[in-house]
């Protein structure tokens, strides 16, 4: 079940070219399984139609404080009291202006002031109106009466200039409303994640790597800073994108892993390693392309630093989580490497099934704790498993 399942979710659109972007944003979260109520100001309705958005949400739209057929239905208040979360997408700078000066002239700004649920504002204007001091401060005041604002991104506005003003990314908007949402198990806490393969060079061209795509590592990043945690992901070669919300930093060879990730767990609540980290690299990586002729066919490797069992041996109060990939006897082995390296839980799951692991969306996995018990987590996306793992992991070792 995903984070946004069964939510009441209001969508306040304003009046800015940005409207049409609602239609997305409305997609996503009912693809999610949440339930979307729109509310167009009389500007919205310019630029976009409540037919559109009623076919998108399949519920009706709300326009008009006084529609008698609306508040009959459902009225203003029930609509703010049902909301489990408010968004407003796009929000105007005379919508942030309104709200910021507590006046409810109209539907959505009078269910902005009855709500108790999270609000959250994605601004979209033009370059030198977001710029203005009067934006600036509206967004400064409502940031610290607790509303949320996903800044706008940079680049070419409608208007024809660049700069600063496009609606955020609706995927980054989408993230935010996941994370409003979600129980915050980790709040207050700083985690460490590492993900992906790490890739060690021979040449300036070859270099040796492994198979694993950075994903299982990324969702259990990305679900800790739903639970509202600090999160550092340090990612090793991979495509993937860097999270929303939370700080990535790149990295290629095991050792730049071991030097970020061990600066990173100053500090921190919990360290994750689910990097399928190389055990080895060539003793030397040359500076110029080796030619072929010259190669004598034998690679000389040597070992990598071990960063969990060195994490291990400083532990402290830190938890350390760490995942073993196995082809056989995954419950020996796993057991095992969570004993030799200190760890307090390892997430276990099996390399040789094509349907589940490396590149998959999905995963099973089987998790051993210190304390000898263990669980199994059925096929699920890789979001769900991860959302699972770190719920387990905060009820055994990080109690709010
Ligand atoms: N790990 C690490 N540093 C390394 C190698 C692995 O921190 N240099 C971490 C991985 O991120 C993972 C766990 O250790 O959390 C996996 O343990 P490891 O013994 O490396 O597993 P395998 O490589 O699968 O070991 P083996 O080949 O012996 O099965």
């Known amino acids: 079940m995903t984070t946004l399942a069964g939510r ?22 009912r693809r999610e399984g949440a339930n979307v109520h729109v509310i167009l100001t009389a500007a919205g309705a310019h630029f976009i139609t409540p037919l559109t958005l009623q076919t998108l949400s399949r519920n009706p739209v709300y326009m008009n404080m006084f529609d008698l057929i609306s508040e009959s239905e459902i009225g203003h208040i029930s609509l703010a009291q049902r909301a489990h979360l408010l968004m407003i997408v796009p929000a105007t700078a005379n919508t942030m202006g309104r709200i910021r000066n507590g006046i409810a002239d109209d539907l959505l700004s009078t269910v902005v002031m009855a709500t108790a649920a999270p609000v959250l504002l ?42 600063p003003g496009r609606l955020a990314d609706t995927g980054r908007i989408v993230e935010m409303a996941r994370i409003l949402l979600s129980e915050k198990l980790l709040a ?31 969702a259990m990043a990305v679900t800790a800073r739903r639970f509202g945690a600090d999160v550092t992901l340090v990612a090793g070669p991979t495509p993937l994108p860097a999270p929303p919300f939370l700080t990535t930093v790149r990295v290629r060879s095991a050792k730049e892993m071991m030097g970020e990730v061990t ?31 010259k190669f004598d066919r034998t690679l000389a490797l040597v070992p990598t630093d071990d960063i969990l069992s060195s994490l291990g041996r400083t532990k402290g109060t830190r938890v350390l989580v760490g995942f073993a990939a196995e082809t056989n006897d995954l419950e020996e082995n796993a057991v095992e490497k969570m004993r030799r390296k200190n760890l307090d839980a390892i997430v276990a799951n099996d390399v040789s099934r094509s349907d589940i ?14 304390d000898g018990t263990a669980i199994d987590l ?21 109690p709010a």
């Not at 060690?200 to 694993?212: A, G, K, W």
């Not at 600066?263 to 080796?290: C, L, N, T």
């Open 378 to 398: 059925a096929m699920a996306a890789k979001d769900a498993i991860a959302s699972a793992v770190w719920r387990a992991v905060c009820r055994k070792f990080l």
């Open 122 to 163: 994605a601004p979209a204007m033009n370059s030198q109106m977001y710029a203005s001091p009067a934006v600036r401060e509206n967004a400064e005041v409502l940031r610290e009466r607790g509303f949320t604002i996903v800044d706008p991104d940079e680049g070419e506005l409608a208007c024809g200039t660049v700069g």
């Open 263 to 293: 600066a990173a767990a100053e500090g921190a609540d919990a360290v994750v390693m689910a990097a399928a980290v190389a055990d080895f690299r060539p003793d030397s990586a040359a500076q110029k392309k080796i030619k072929k002729e």
């Open 8 to 29: 009441e979710i209001v969508l306040g659109v304003t009046g800015g070219i940005a409207a049409y972007k609602a239609c997305e944003i409305i997609r996503e979260l």
């Open 188 to 218: 207050g806490k700083k985690v460490v994640v590492s993900a992906g393969p790490t890739a060690e060079d021979m040449d300036p061209v070859r270099y040796l790597t492994n198979r694993s795509s950075g994903r299982m590592g990324f």
């Open 357 to 370: 692991g490396f590149g998959s969306d999905s995963n099973e996995v089987r998790v051993y704790f210190s």
